[in-house]
């Protein structure tokens, strides 16, 4: 966002700013829908978590809301360059010699880890009855989501998702490329989760270390279902607080029995 401001001002650095946003998620999100939604969809649809075609009017929804979405966070960058410029913070460094590749290893996944927990408290808090129907009722209307919804979110909801990274960047050092790198991280987490197939290996769910990682199942029945399954890229709060659906493991394993048949 910065190199767009200042190449080509700011409004246009900020119009730019949102195509490319934009773009970012048509790559991941559009290419993932293409190969399991139209090209190959006969041949894994053996694979679709939900057997149901998704209807045209919520693929226009996602897309609709997940143009709005780049908008969003290209107005939060325009803010983290204005907090650098004016220098509320000068945490955003561009020498990597000056923390080194150990710091910038750690401090990627600081930010994942860091986000993983705040996601998880948030999400729960968009579910509290009273603010659902005003924050995160948009992002539920893909019940059965394909990889479109991965940024289909209530304006609002769009703030509160990437909301912690304004305020890390405020008293943590960060290079630019951590950034960057956890923000395709997390678009791809989100098309993943949104997919609608599992492809995930048998036994996943019960292996002592990928157990901890979320899997297609474990947000799409989120969808499904709505009140279990609030985390994003790992299964540690879920279990901890006892949020995982009863039905995950089972559910996972009946596709992929399916599958195997």
């Given at each position: 966002?910065?190199?767009?401001?200042?190449?080509?001002?700011?409004?246009?650095?900020?119009?730019?700013?949102?195509?490319?946003?934009?773009?970012?998620?048509?790559?991941?999100?559009?290419?993932?829908?293409?190969?399991?939604?139209?090209?190959?969809?006969?041949?894994?649809?053996?694979?679709?978590?939900?057997?149901?075609?998704?209807?045209?009017?919520?693929?226009?929804?996602?897309?609709?809301?997940?143009i709005a979405t780049a908008f969003v966070w290209a107005t939060i960058g325009l803010g983290?360059?204005?907090?650098?410029?004016?220098?509320?913070?000068?945490?955003?460094?561009?020498?990597?010699?000056?923390?080194?590749?150990?710091?910038?290893?750690?401090?990627?996944?600081?930010?994942?880890?860091?986000?993983?927990?705040?996601?998880?408290?948030?999400?729960?808090?968009?579910?509290?009855?009273?603010?659902?129907?005003?924050?995160?009722?948009?992002?539920?209307?893909?019940?059965?989501?394909?990889?479109?919804?991965?940024?289909?979110?209530?304006?609002?909801e769009a703030i509160l998702e990437i909301g912690v990274i304004p305020m890390i960047v405020?008293?943590?050092?960060?290079?630019?490329?951590?950034?960057?790198?956890?923000?395709?991280?997390?678009?791809?987490?989100?098309?993943?989760?949104?997919?609608?197939?599992?492809?995930?290996?048998?036994?996943?769910?019960?292996?002592?270390?990928?157990?901890?990682?979320?899997?297609?199942?474990?947000?799409?029945?989120?969808?499904?279902?709505?009140?279990?399954?609030?985390?994003?890229?790992?299964?540690?709060?879920?279990?901890?607080?006892?949020?995982?659906?009863?039905?995950?493991?089972?559910?996972?394993?009946?596709?992929?029995?399916?599958?195997?048949?």
């Amino acid at each position: 966002m910065q190199y767009l401001i200042e190449q080509f001002g700011l409004l246009p650095g900020w119009l730019l700013g949102s195509l490319a946003i934009f773009l970012r998620y048509l790559i991941f999100a559009g290419s993932a829908f293409l190969i399991f939604y139209v090209l190959f969809k006969q041949r894994f649809f053996i694979k679709k978590i939900q057997q149901i075609e998704p209807k045209a009017k919520h693929i226009l929804t996602e897309l609709s809301h997940s143009i709005a979405t780049a908008f969003v966070w290209a107005t939060i960058g325009l803010g983290i360059y204005w907090l650098r410029s004016n220098g509320y913070t000068h945490h955003i460094y561009l020498n990597l010699s000056e923390y080194g590749w150990g710091y910038l290893f750690f401090s990627f996944w600081f930010l994942v880890f860091l986000h993983d927990t705040y996601f998880y408290w948030m999400h729960r808090m968009m579910h509290h009855p009273r603010l659902f129907p005003v924050l995160h009722r948009v992002h539920h209307l893909s019940w059965n989501p394909t990889p479109l919804a991965s940024l289909s979110f209530h304006p609002l909801e769009a703030i509160l998702e990437i909301g912690v990274i304004p305020m890390i960047v405020l008293v943590m050092p960060f290079h630019p490329l951590v950034l960057f790198l956890f923000a395709t991280w997390s678009l791809m987490f989100n098309v993943l989760g949104h997919l609608g197939y599992e492809i995930a290996s048998k036994g996943f769910v019960n292996h002592p270390f990928w157990k901890w990682f979320n899997t297609p199942t474990h947000h799409n029945m989120h969808h499904a279902k709505v009140h279990y399954n609030y985390g994003l890229y790992f299964n540690i709060w879920d279990r901890l607080m006892g949020t995982n659906h009863p039905e995950y493991e089972r559910t996972f394993d009946q596709i992929k029995n399916r599958v195997a048949e």
